[in-house]
């Protein structure tokens, strides 16, 4: 197969995004002949390397990112044929005529440039692809998250980047929704019949939203303590699937009908006052424990972070929407580092039956609940009563569980294998648009204001717990829990 012929520009050619996302990802397309023969992926990035030392890094650097399954010698010999390199420096106008010279003019071809770089340099680079000549009508450009670091400085760069792409060239990569879960989630609601009457106060008691990571501050300390769990997820992933659970069916899958649903969902969020911080969010950091059987140090002490940093790696937060159909309904979001498992799921409860007439006392719950797994498995669970076998009218949950790769025999795409084939498709569905974007900093700036104002120390929570006790305290006091059994 060869399909859509392109040349793809990799800023941050040699960094951690490329290394462990984004080359492997675009091997794996090349495997399964999704790339063209001619098209290219030229990689860049300060250093002056030859092609020939670009190639070899990435055996280096690349290869070991691979899933073993999916790695084979020759395929990627014949990947590497397709993959160049130029130096640029984002600072130095002059560097990018190199990089115009290896640009494959050819109306068909799509040109597409990914920004996997520090946010501080996109303008620049835009400026610079603009003035050598580099940015045609059809261009296309990638921005990797984080899209600043409050609303101003994310409106800053999206003048920028603005000034130089239409807004249907700007692909902002928000690499959760690029999941096959989320996606799923997408087939679940609008696919099915049964969900939609459901789907609304009347029946949903309360939704969750987890993302639990195992890992800590990892090689990034510097960049993680100045940006924290609440820039880092929740302004991003968390908020995108809170929107893609509590958004209105749009009128099709075109993507301003799906952003513009999404959009409806951000500007419903009740924007919270300084006392409602204080009661609806709950910051933690961790401190030295166990993860999987083995110690970890605490956030304090990991490489590149402050002295006394007040840095969140954990959040909860109660939101709610100011809308028809989710008045009243909690929304509990949490997300956090070094945590027990690795873990990010979806979990939709429903109300209890209106009246009772069974022996429940054997159950461990008694109401419906409907689990999307998207970590570490894609999975969906709906839990209902049935009977208990034996004498007697008594009844206990069980669950109807679907694992997809088993159910459905089929490869599990990673998230960024999709979304790099479909800006190179030009599919702009899974990105996020401006308003977007601004309409989540808008939400999360007042929490962020907040905590600064209070200048108190995020919760100490022990590395591979839960969080801090506070975070089961905020569902408590709804007489709820966080779904934390296996
Ligand atoms: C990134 C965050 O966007 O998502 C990381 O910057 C986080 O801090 C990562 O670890 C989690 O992604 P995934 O797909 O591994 O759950």
């Known amino acids: ?68 399954a999916d790695y084979d010698d020759a395929a990627w010999q014949k990947f590497e044929a397709q ?37 501080a340099l996109f303008t620049h680079i835009c400026a610079h692809l603009a003035a050598a000549g580099c940015v045609t009508p059809a261009t296309r450009v990638v921005l990797e998250k984080p899209l600043g670091r409050d609303l101003e400085s994310s409106c800053a760069i999206n003048n920028a980047v603005g000034a130089i792409f239409a807004e249907d060239r700007i692909y902002r990569i928000d690499h959760y929704l690029g999941k096959e879960s989320v996606q799923n989630l997408l087939a679940l609601r609008f696919g099915n019949a049964m969900f939609e009457p ?70 419903a969020l009740k924007r919270f006052t300084p006392n409602e911080v204080a009661t609806r969010t709950v910051r933690g950091q961790y401190k030295a424990g166990a993860v999987d059987g083995q110690p970890v140090p605490g956030y304090l002490d990991e490489p590149g972070i402050k002295p006394a940093s007040h840095t969140e790696t954990f959040v909860a937060i109660k939101a709610d929407l100011g809308n028809w159909r989710w008045a009243g309904v909690p929304f509990y979001l949490r997300t956090g580092k070094r945590m027990q498992e690795r873990r990010a799921e ?82 702009l569905t899974l990105f996020m648009r401006r308003d977007e974007l601004e309409a989540a900093w808008s ?7 907040a905590w600064a104002a209070a200048g108190e120390p995020p919760k100490a929570y022990t590395a591979g717990t839960w969080g801090p006790a506070a975070s089961s305290a905020l569902i408590g006091r709804d007489n709820l829990a966080w779904l934390e059994e296996a």
């Not at 290896?102 to 920004?115: Q, S, T, W, Y």
């Not at 008691?205 to 940006?227: K, L, P, S």
């Open 1 to 68: 197969m060869t399909g859509q012929r392109f040349d793809l520009v990799l800023f941050g050619g040699t960094g951690d995004l490329a290394a462990r996302k984004l080359l492997p990802a675009l091997y794996t397309r090349h495997r399964f002949g999704d790339i063209d023969a001619a098209s290219q992926i030229v990689a860049t990035a300060r250093q002056n390397l030859s092609d020939k030392q670009f190639r070899a890094l990435m055996r280096e650097k690349v290869v070991p990112h691979v899933p073993k």
């Open 83 to 119: 993959v160049g390199y130029v130096g640029t420096d984002a600072n130095n106008a002059k560097s990018f005529a190199q990089l115009r010279a290896r640009l494959i003019d050819e109306p068909e071809r799509a040109r597409v440039f990914f920004l996997a770089t520090a946010p």
């Open 198 to 267: 459901l789907w609304s106060r009347a029946w949903v008691r309360d939704v969750q939203i987890t993302i639990a990571e195992t890992v800590g501050a990892e090689g990034r300390g510097e960049f993680y303590d100045a940006t924290g769990v609440l820039r880092d997820m929740i302004q991003s992933h968390l908020l995108q699937l809170l929107c893609i659970v509590a958004m209105e069916p749009p009128a099709s899958i075109h993507p301003d009908a799906v952003r513009d649903a999404k959009l409806q969902v951000l500007r």
């Open 346 to 427: 979806i979990v939709i409860n429903f109300h209890n039956v209106p009246h009772a007439i069974l022996d429940v006392s054997g159950s461990a719950r008694t109401n419906n609940r409907l689990i999307i797994r998207l970590q570490p498995e894609d999975g969906l669970s709906l839990d209902i009563q049935a009977k208990t076998p034996g004498e007697g009218m008594r009844v206990q949950s069980v669950s109807l569980d679907l694992q997809f790769e088993d159910e459905l025999k089929a490869r599990r795409l990673d998230a960024y294998e999709r979304l790099l084939m479909d800006v190179i498709r030009g599919r």
């Open 443 to 449: 939400w999360v700036e007042p929490i962020m204001h």
